[in-house]
């Protein structure tokens, strides 16, 4: 079980990529285009790749809050049939991650519907997400840096990126009033040629037969691209001349927050973590004891470890409420067929064995503990329960038979019985297990969308049924003749002492 590793979900095969990358804040808009066909050219150039969708930006609503620095390109590829001999999603995430490779670029490769679940529940885009909680943003980055350059050396990183909660560009107007008014002008009237002629201003709007659009008129660019052109923006007065802006305002630039994100009420800052060739659990056990050793918190501050480490958290607790409950369920279940206890217990004993065969066999597979693991132990319990029924009940039916025919007077006749029940009647339980596992082999040799999640889920069957199937046929008969012995025992005292009256 040490050698298991643990995921929330095993990687799902969409049949398409997403490629997010993450830039520091204050890129340009030009800059941010140029890397955008940058990266779409060099992803194109792909065999595998049918065509390519970038976008960057972000559209003029409140439900998608992406930044200029965060660049979402989504992958449409060819079927497989087309690709290039032995190549498969990894080694292509692989190979298109060794080819773009740009200064203060941060690579992230994931499947676009997972990516946009996640980004909905946790907002983090990449398996791992560490969330820093606090007062400042200064010091949240600060902290960030710091626990960023510390998680780059954990094994199994493949990149680490934090947010920026300082690095935004902003431009300051600090209008001077009293020059303002020596010209007759107020704030408004200031404000009102920046909002127009830098910003833009709508002034009215064309009708293209039923489509509407809006006129938006400003300087030319190459009056507003640097700071000095901006100081020379004309501003009429009520006398009718022309003053430049920098009379009357101070222009200047300084940083700060590109983005203020909070949650429960504090200030945060994230960090995006993506793996290769490690899963989740051990990942975050592992950068977890890193970070304690080398990072000091100020008071006040915090770490939560997110994404899908959060998704798994989550769903541990529900398993630790789902697998005893249905547990019960079977022993009650057992208990209304057999009405009595001993025999319900007798059977809930196979469980025990079939876990040990479904955990070799995800060993063997190298597949990692996750909720469609838990799933597939879940159904692996009803389905040894029913072996174990099919054992006790030939073995019940062979004790009663003999003993109604009055041939049950010694552990002889116990043995015979045992063996009768057991040994005679292995062609229908064979049946039954080899029924079983003939539905569910098919599924571990299946590949395409979703075959990854049924895998794991048929895998703890498949292992646990062979093991279940086997100790039950051995241990299953021990216990029995251990607890139907008494019983015979006391017959054979009954049918002593019956003989002894008769004789006398």
Avoid: C
Wanted: no cysteine; glycine share 8%; charged share 20%.
């Amino acid at each position: 079980v040490e050698h298991i590793g643990s995921e929330f979900m095993p990687p799902l095969n969409e049949g398409d990529l997403l490629y997010m990358p993450t830039t520091d804040p204050g890129i340009s808009i030009t800059k941010a285009k140029e890397l955008l066909q940058q990266t779409d050219k060099i992803i194109k150039s792909f065999p595998e790749v049918h065509h390519v969708f970038g976008k960057i930006g972000r559209a003029e609503t409140a439900t998608d809050p992406a930044p200029l620095s965060m660049i979402e390109t989504t992958i449409m590829l060819k079927p497989q049939s087309e690709w290039r001999p032995g190549m498969t999603i990894e080694k292509l995430v692989q190979e298109l991650d060794a080819a773009i490779q740009f200064p203060g670029l941060t690579n992230a490769w994931t499947m676009p519907i997972k990516t946009r679940i996640d980004m909905l529940s946790t907002g983090i885009k990449t398996p791992v997400g560490i969330k820093l909680m606090g007062p400042d943003l200064q010091v949240l980055s600060d902290l960030g840096q710091r626990i960023a350059a510390v998680v780059q050396n954990v094994p199994g990183t493949l990149s680490v990126f934090p947010d920026k909660t300082v690095g935004g560009n902003y431009l300051d107007y600090t209008i001077k009033r009293e020059e303002a008014a020596r010209y007759g002008l107020t704030v408004g009237d200031v404000q009102d040629v920046i909002m127009s002629a830098v910003g833009g201003m709508n002034v009215t709007h064309t009708v293209e037969g039923l489509e509407r659009y809006p006129v938006n008129v400003r300087y030319s660019r190459e009056l507003r691209d640097n700071i000095t052109d901006l100081g020379r923006v004309l501003i009429p007065t009520p006398t009718g001349a022309q003053i430049p802006l920098n009379y009357v305002a101070d222009i200047s630039l300084h940083k700060g927050p590109p983005v203020i994100k909070s949650e429960n009420a504090r200030k945060t800052a994230w960090l995006y973590v993506d793996l290769r060739g490690i899963d989740v659990g051990t990942y975050v056990k592992n950068a977890k004891k890193v970070v304690e050793e080398q990072i000091d918190f100020p008071e006040g501050y915090s770490i939560v470890w997110s994404g899908q480490y959060e998704y798994m958290q989550r769903a541990q607790q529900r398993l630790r409420v789902v697998v005893p409950v249905t547990l019960l369920i079977i022993f009650l279940l057992l208990y209304f067929n057999f009405k009595n206890i001993q025999e319900s217990l007798i059977v809930m004993l196979s469980l025990p064995f079939s876990l040990v065969g479904g955990i070799w066999f995800l060993y063997l597979l190298d597949y990692n503990f996750s909720v469609a693991v838990g799933v597939g132990f879940i159904a692996l319990a009803g389905v040894a329960a029913e072996t174990g029924v099919v054992m006790l009940i030939y073995l019940d039916h062979a004790y009663k038979d003999r003993l109604m025919r009055g041939k049950m007077r010694s552990m002889k006749d116990l043995y015979e019985a045992i063996i009768e029940g057991a040994v005679e009647r292995v062609r229908p339980k064979m049946m039954t297990v080899t029924a079983i596992m003939a539905g569910l082999l098919p599924i571990l040799w299946g590949h395409g969308t979703g075959s990854q999640v049924m895998k794991r889920i048929a895998a703890p069957m498949v292992g646990g049924m062979i093991t279940s199937t086997i100790l039950t046929l051995i241990v299953i008969p021990a216990i029995y003749e251990l607890w139907k012995g008494r019983e015979v025992k006391r017959l054979m005292k009954e049918f002593e002492e019956n003989s002894r009256e008769q004789e006398e």
